[in-house]
């Protein structure tokens, strides 16, 4: 059968066009951590595809800035266009959405109120909160306040700022709500030490009588503490060793949502308070 030849300027065919996007997605994907740098022999058996395809997609991509060649070896890796688009794929991550998730899950897992908090003018705002179901509960408003020396959240925001933030709340005074609330800076730095060693803080009714709390700091892309997640109960439900049994759950949820705001585990170092 003779075949149709294609007039010059027709346009390429659809699938032709979806195809060629898609092996350069794939391309760009092939990269790892342990790959970084991949030549084009490597990369078309990566991919599947002839050498001389791997050749024009790469190609193409360096003109747009996706990827970079190592003039030395020829190699390819990913181009900081990528990192550009990441980038603002990252600001436009907002914890209050990339949280929601986790707090449902982890309200659905202990059955108990779940709170989502950020540090703000040096005290807590509740920004997020999935009260539980049962008859007696921890409530409290959405868009409240609370102060940062004495309840979970605040303490988990507390251990990871810098010393003049934590500076700045101790010189506001540390007013006592109970018996157990911190009112001594000396302590306070101490327990903020030792949140960051543990990695999660625990309000032992230092805000209100009668209740618990456990939270856990949730990172963004750059490392910084910017948000923590609680779990809240009356001490009858939440026993000290009920405690120690929802601790991991919470860390847990704060983890996979600094995931989703770009953290990895290897920036934590570079953000805890002196």
């Known amino acids: 059968m003779e075949r149709t030849a294609r007039k010059p300027g027709a346009k390429t065919p659809r699938r032709i066009r979806l195809s060629s996007v898609a092996n350069a997605i794939r391309l760009t994907k092939a990269f790892s951590e342990s790959e ?19 050749h024009r997609l790469a190609t193409t991509l360096v003109e747009y800035g ?19 688009l990441g980038t603002l794929v990252r600001r436009k991550m907002d914890v209050m959405s990339e949280a929601q998730g986790q707090i449902h899950a982890l309200a659905d897992l202990s059955g108990e109120t779940v709170q989502l908090a950020i540090l703000d003018h040096f005290s807590v705002l509740y920004i997020r ?18 102060p940062a020396h004495c309840t979970g959240v605040g303490k988990a925001l507390l ?10 709340v101790i010189d506001g005074g540390l007013k006592r709500f109970t018996e157990n609330t911190i009112v001594e800076p000396q302590a306070l730095l101490e327990e903020l030490d030792s949140i960051r060693q543990k990695g999660y803080a625990i ?24 948000a ?13 060793k009920a405690v120690q049994t929802t601790v991991p759950s919470v860390v847990a949820a704060a983890d996979a949502v600094s995931r989703r705001l770009g953290f990895l585990p290897s920036m934590a170092g570079a953000h805890m308070a002196e």
């Open 36 to 54: 970084y740098e991949m030549g084009i022999s490597a990369l078309a058996a990566r991919l599947g595809l002839a050498k001389s395809t791997v």
């Open 66 to 84: 996706m990827l970079e060649q190592n003039r030395e070896s020829g190699r390819y890796r990913l181009g900081l266009a990528l990192f550009e």
């Open 228 to 240: 923590a997640i609680s779990v809240a109960a009356p001490v009858q439900r939440m026993s000290k």
């Open 203 to 226: 309000d032992d009714e230092e805000i209100e009588a009668g209740l618990r709390c456990v939270a856990a700091p949730i990172r963004n892309h750059t490392g910084r503490v910017m």
């Open 129 to 146: 909160i999935r009260e539980s179901r049962q008859a007696v509960r921890m409530s409290s408003g959405l868009g409240s306040r609370a």
């Open 159 to 168: 251990a990871w700022q810098p010393p003049e933030v934590v500076k700045a």
